[in-house]
């Protein structure tokens, strides 16, 4: 499987402030998502990030909050905008590989916002 | 939606005993996935399974994927403490691929 590395692995910032959160995948990978998992729960898919185009957002999650860049089939970053307490999460980026739908995940980024 | 319900919550158990948790969901997947995520790491995949009726070993792990593809379950044998972590059941979100919708959890934890 591909090796994932997230960069930073943790974070506190202040509120009002933004966080730019990288994924660097070890090969090229057609699929690259971004989740948010909270404190004591399980994990949520944030977006798709697609090569090239604009990010495709789950529900409950907008561009303006966090903006995705996806500008080669190895790395991704995804931005905390405007963060607030409630952001507070772990930040996971996942890849998938092959003919079946394995998902594999980076590390994760742990944000606390004060 | 796609819900995937996992039970248990939590387990507390001793070294050497046998585990078992199930994860149900109100649709139909075509792929189920097993994951285990220790604390500051993300899941790591244990078990992937993708026919109705697979029966699937990884070491001590055992996973089934229900016939009517609405269930699996996952068993682990002879726990050690090691096996501490949170497993998560997980299928892929409708016409999304790759992308996956997780169930809650179930917590492990194994007392020597």
């Known amino acids: 499987s591909a090796v994932i590395s997230q960069k930073p692995s943790r974070d506190i910032c202040q509120r009002g402030t933004s966080l730019t959160i990288q994924c660097q995948v070890d090969s090229q990978v057609t699929m690259m998502f971004w989740y948010r998992q909270q404190p004591g729960q399980s994990l949520t898919l944030i977006a798709t990030?697609?090569?090239?185009?604009?990010?495709?957002?789950e529900s409950g999650f907008v561009i303006d909050k966090f903006p995705i860049s996806r500008p080669n089939l190895t790395f991704s970053t995804l931005t905390v905008s405007n963060m607030s307490p409630e952001d507070s999460s772990i930040y996971l980026c996942?890849?998938?590989?092959?003919?079946?739908?394995?998902?594999?995940f980076g590390q994760g980024t742990r944000l606390t916002v004060v | 939606g796609q819900q995937l319900n996992q039970s248990p919550q939590s387990m507390f158990i001793q070294e050497g005993e046998d585990v078992s948790m199930n994860c149900t969901s109100s649709?139909?997947?075509?792929?189920w996935l097993w994951y285990k995520q220790e604390p500051g790491e993300g899941p790591v995949l244990l078990i992937a399974?993708?026919?109705?009726?697979e029966l699937t070993s990884n070491g001590r792990l055992t996973a089934q994927f229900g016939i009517t593809r609405k269930d699996s379950f996952l068993n682990i044998s002879a726990s050690i403490p090691s096996d501490v972590g949170i497993y998560f059941c997980a299928g892929p979100l409708a016409n999304s691929g790759y992308a996956l919708n997780f169930g809650k959890g179930t917590s492990l934890l194994v007392t020597p």
């Open positions: 399974l993708y026919k109705a009726g």
């Open positions: 996942s890849v998938g590989q092959g003919v079946n739908t394995e998902a594999f």
């Open positions: 990030a697609n090569q090239g185009s604009e990010a495709t957002y």
């Open positions: 649709s139909i997947f075509n792929t």
